[in-house]
């Protein structure tokens, strides 16, 4: 994707999605520039993962918009998403297992219109940039969970994508790898340029990277600002009542890394 046509903007506005006859999302907008990192929170159920689907072609939406810019994106395949510079990564990793990394990465770029040459050119350097080169040929089905994640961004940065949405990337990490992974969004946001939506879990980390979070519950948006905001948020609070019990102690109060 040429650096000329990017887009500076991934906006879902007002949207609402049904499941039979269930609203997961109730008129929910959120946007996202290049180059800023946006945090998205809640919890268990509250919709996160049914609004990345929406605004990478997963899921159809019932009402609302998903703009790149101002060109409508719903009701295109999540293939089109991603051509036209809307890349993610999935809670799961879906990489190829029985594929070496090196190839996971070949046939993403061969998937956006790269030539074999040149996809083995856009993995190697994309391996290279995330200091993943001594994993090229491991196969992807025996990786080690953190770096079946890393693999799993690195195949989404695949041709320099515009936005990046991360689901629940730092999911089973260590305090120590969620800080490496927080050293990678940061450079994905300011050597690629991407807008990041950080969809997660992990609070402490949200609050230390993102300048803007978004909150949901039971598919609204009950709060959205700067951490400070958040962390002062007495909704938020409220929100997370009723999760794991180190999250319901002191849901808000990590400190900046």
């Not at 500076?8 to 999605?17: K, M």
């Not at 999935?90 to 790269?114: I, K, P």
């Not at 402490?204 to 039971?218: G, H, K, Q």
């Not at 609204?220 to 007495?234: A, F, L, M, N, W």
């Amino acid at each position: 994707m040429s650096t000329r046509a990017m887009p500076n903007c991934l906006q879902a506005d007002d949207v609402s999605v049904t499941f039979a006859g269930l609203r997961a999302l109730k008129h929910v907008s959120l946007r996202l520039e290049r180059g800023q990192i946006v945090g998205l929170i809640g919890p268990n159920g509250a919709g996160k993962t049914t609004l990345v689907n929406v605004l990478t072609g997963f899921n159809a939406l019932n009402t609302g918009r998903v703009l790149l810019d101002t060109t409508v994106l719903h009701g295109l395949t999540a293939d089109a998403f991603r051509r036209q510079g809307v890349a993610r990564t999935f809670q799961g990793g879906r990489l190829f297992r029985n594929l070496s990394v090196q190839d996971n990465l070949e046939v993403t770029a061969v998937g956006l219109g790269m030539s074999r040459r040149a996809a083995m050119a856009e993995a190697q350097r994309v391996l290279q940039w995330m200091d993943l080169t001594h994993l090229a040929d491991r196969l992807a089905g025996v990786l080690p969970y953190t770096d079946e994640r890393r693999v799993g961004i690195a195949r989404a940065i695949i041709g320099r994508p515009a936005f990046l949405l991360l689901d629940e990337p730092a999911a089973g990490m260590s305090e120590h790898e969620a800080a490496d992974l927080r050293a990678i969004i940061a450079r994905i946001a300011q050597e690629i340029g991407c807008g990041v939506l950080l969809i997660e879990h992990n609070v402490r980390l949200v609050l230390s990277i993102c300048s803007y979070i978004v909150v949901l519950d039971t598919g609204e948006v009950i709060e959205q600002g700067d951490p400070d905001r958040i962390r002062q948020s007495e909704r938020v609070r409220h929100a997370y009542m009723g999760t794991a019990a180190e999250t319901v102690a002191d849901p808000l109060a990590a400190e900046d890394a």
